[in-house]
C-alpha cells in the first residue's frame, strides 16, 4: 500500500454548522416532527421552487408513499428502469404492484422515452422515471407520453437536489416538480445529507394531505397541533399508515446543508468539467455526457470503459489508495427479483433468459462498463490529478494490471451465481 492517502469516492461536506444545528432540537425538548422539519420543508420547497415539500425519514419511504398517493394498488404496473438503486424497484414492490423494466438510453443511462409507449398495458397505473446519479431525465418528452396516456409521473430524484432541467424554453430546479410528485434523498452519499431522510414535493395539495397523512401513523391530528391546541382533542386514524417521520435533529441539519448547496454544486461542476477535459485524451475511456436539456449536480461522475476492463481498472486504482465504485446496479439481475413474476420486461413478447435480457441490453452494459470516479466538495485539484494519473496507467500499462484478476471476465460470468 502507498503511504498517500486514500481518496474517497464520496465524503459529505458537514461540520461545525451541522453540529451546532443539532444542539438546537436538542436543547429545546423537541426532537422529532416539529418546528425544525417544518422549518426545512418551506427552505426546501423554497430552493427548488415546489408548492408542497413533506418531509420523510429516507427516499425509500417517499417513493413508497407518493406512488400509493398517486393510486398504485395491488396487482398494478408501474414503468420504471431496472437499472437502478434497488430501492426504486423496491418501492413499487412494497405496494404490492410488478415494476415493468423499460431499457435506458445509451448516452444519458436514463429511461428511453422512445421504450415506454410499448410497456404500457391496461394495468400500468404510473410511470416512475429515475434521474439517475443527479443527471436530468428527458422531462418534456416523459411528460408528453404520460399526458397522452392518462398516467401520473413521479420523479425518482434521490441524487438529483439542485439539478436543473431545461423546460419550456427554462431552465427549472428538478422537484418543481414536473411531474405529480417528486421524491429526493438526504443519505450520506448523496450531495447533501441530513444521515438519512427524504422529501417529497408536489404542487398538489391533495397529493400533499396524503402523503402528510400517511408519514405519520395516518394521526388526523399531529402533535404539533394538538401540543398547542387550548381545547383537549382527540386524535382519530381513518386509514392505514406509516412511522416515516424525519426527526427535528436531521432537520436542523438540513437546513444548514441546504445553505452549502449552492457551494457543492459549483464545485462539483468545476470539478467534473476539469475531469472531462482531463480524460478526453485517455483511451478506452468515455467521459460522461450532459445532454442540451440537462444540468446535473454530478452526484456521481461516472466513466465508461470495456467490460473486460472494468474490474481491472477499479483493482489497480484501489492498490493506488483511490476508491472507485462500479456503476448502478441492474434490479432485475438481483436474486431479489429473480423470480419470473416479481417483474415484466417492457418490450411485449420477451422471453428472460438466466437473469438477463436481451431489451435491457443498456442497462447491462452500464452497470458493467460505467466506473464511478472519486468526486467531493473538499476533493482538491492534486487529488483528482491522481486520479486521472492512476486511470492513465491503468489503460496505458495493462501489464501494470493486477494478475490475480482474470481480465477477461465476461459479461454474463456474474449470472451464474444467480
Ligand atoms: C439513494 C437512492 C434511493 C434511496 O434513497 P434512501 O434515502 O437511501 O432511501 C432511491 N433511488 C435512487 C435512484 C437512489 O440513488
Known amino acids: 500500500m502507498p503511504d498517500t492517502p486514500l481518496i474517497p469516492v464520496a465524503k459529505p461536506w458537514i461540520g461545525e454548522a451541522e453540529a451546532d444545528a443539532a444542539r438546537r432540537p436538542i436543547l429545546a425538548g423537541w426532537v422529532t416532527q416539529g418546528p425544525e422539519v417544518a422549518a426545512f420543508e418551506n427552505e426546501f420547497a423554497a430552493y427548488v421552487g415546489s408548492r408542497y415539500a413533506c418531509a420523510v425519514s429516507n427516499c425509500t419511504a417517499a417513493l413508497h408513499l407518493a406512488l400509493r398517493a398517486v393510486g ?8 420504471t428502469v431496472s437499472h437502478s438503486f ?5 418501492s413499487i414492490a412494497y405496494c404490492g404492484a410488478v415494476p415493468v423494466f423499460v431499457d435506458i438510453d445509451a448516452n444519458t443511462f436514463n429511461i428511453d422515452p ?6 404500457i398495458s391496461p394495468r400500468t397505473s404510473a410511470i416512475l422515471c429515475v434521474h439517475q446519479m443527479g443527471m436530468p431525465c428527458d422531462m418534456e418528452a416523459l411528460l408528453k407520453i404520460a399526458q397522452v396516456h392518462g398516467l401520473p409521473l413521479i420523479e425518482d430524484a434521490a441524487c438529483a437536489i439542485g439539478s436543473e432541467v431545461r423546460y419550456d424554453g427554462r431552465w427549472e430546479r428538478i422537484g418543481r416538480p414536473h411531474g405529480q410528485i417528486a421524491c429526493f434523498s438526504f443519505h ?6 441530513t444521515g438519512d431522510g427524504g422529501m417529497i414535493t408536489t404542487s398538489d395539495p391533495e397529493l400533499d394531505r396524503r402523503v402528510r397523512l400517511w408519514r405519520q401513523h395516518s394521526m388526523s391530528i399531529s402533535d404539533t397541533v394538538r401540543h398547542q391546541a387550548t381545547r383537549v382533542t382527540f386524535e382519530a386514524y381513518p386509514e392505514l399508515g406509516f412511522n416515516y417521520r424525519m426527526t427535528d435533529i436531521q432537520a436542523a441539519v438540513g437546513r444548514e446543508q441546504l445553505k452549502r448547496l449552492p457551494e457543492i454544486i459549483e464545485r462539483r461542476r468545476d470539478l467534473a468539467a476539469r475531469y472531462s477535459r482531463l480524460l478526453a485524451e485517455l483511451r ?3 467521459p460522461p455526457p450532459e445532454p442540451c436539456f440537462a444540468r446535473t449536480n454530478w452526484q456521481s461522475y461516472c466513466i465508461r470503459t470495456e467490460r473486460t476492463q472494468q474490474a481491472c481498472i477499479m483493482q489497480h486504482m484501489l492498490e493506488h489508495g483511490i476508491a472507485t465504485r462500479r456503476a448502478i446496479m441492474c434490479s432485475h439481475r438481483e436474486v431479489a427479483y429473480g423470480t419470473p413474476d416479481s417483474w415484466r420486461c417492457g418490450s411485449p413478447g420477451c422471453l428472460k433468459v438466466n437473469g438477463s435480457c436481451e431489451h435491457l441490453r443498456n ?3 452500464a452497470q458493467d462498463c460505467g466506473i464511478i470516479l472519486p468526486l467531493f ?20 500499462r495493462p501489464e501494470n494490471m493486477p494478475a490475480a484478476l482474470v481480465c477477461a471476465r465476461s459479461s454474463t460470468d456474474h449470472l451464474t451465481s444467480a
Open 72 to 79: 398504485v394498488v395491488s396487482g398494478d404496473e408501474v414503468i
Open 86 to 90: 434497488i430501492a426504486t424497484a423496491n
Open 114 to 119: 422512445n421504450r415506454i409507449e410499448a410497456a
Open 188 to 193: 450520506p452519499r448523496k450531495i447533501v445529507t
Open 284 to 286: 478506452n475511456i468515455i
Open 363 to 365: 442497462s447491462e452494459y
Open 377 to 396: 466538495h473538499e476533493m482538491t485539484y492534486a487529488e483528482q490529478d491522481r486520479v486521472v494519473e492512476c486511470l492513465r496507467e491503468a489503460v496505458d
